[in-house]
């Protein structure tokens, strides 16, 4: 295998990283709103998966239907639960930059190995996307990286994924893990776990 090769093979196990890290992370916000809605009452648990399966049902409103539960159950409160509410504002926001981040990886046009007689090094990932958002410079943000930058942003996914999981269980299962402010804490501005959960998630 050439340099240019191996460099393109890296760049390209870096994208499907991110992608299966990512799609980690939407298979626990999944679990947690069927859990969230059998714990609630609903007996037929298919009825649940049906819905957050559905075509409609893509990873932004799948995020507003576990903040709609959050506020049902009144967890998210700034007048009753101030602590909790401020944990899961920085959690949400967690969610919300992984998947600003999956759609330019997935969304992105990407340059992997270009370039011409005299490149020695295609270890850069050039690529652009279309970003209506943006002003000024036009319309086209950059998303030049390496991936060793990407892999970074992986192991932020994955952390993102084991918050997930955690909340999942703390606010599915409040009477046996504690309020959401006695299983979180933040480290230097860093949203962390702070104790092993009391109990375990279902086994599906």
Known sequence: ???????????????????????????????????SLTMAGL????????????RAMNAQSLLALIQSFMAELELYS???????????????????????????????????????????DWSKMDGFKGNPKKTGGGLVENLNT??????????????????????????TFPTTTGKIEDNFSFDDGRLVASRPPKSASPTT
């Open 43 to 54: 007996k037929n648990q298919g009825m649940a998966w049906a819905i957050v399966n559905s």
């Open 78 to 120: 700034k007048e009753s639960n101030p602590d909790g509410t401020k944990i899961l504002d920085h959690f949400y926001k967690l969610v919300t930059n992984c998947m600003e981040e999956r759609n330019k990886i997935v969304h992105g046009t990407w340059h992997i190995g270009w370039g011409n007689e005299f490149t020695t």
């Open 1 to 35: 295998m050439t340099d240019r090769e191996e460099q393109m093979a890296a760049a390209y196990a870096a994208i499907g990283r991110y992608i299966v890290e990512f799609e980690q992370l939407i298979h626990w916000l999944r679990m947690w709103a069927v859990f």
């Open 146 to 171: 390496t991936p060793g930058e990407l892999l970074e942003k992986c192991e932020e996914v994955e952390r993102t994924v084991l918050l997930t999981q955690r909340m999942y269980v703390v606010t």
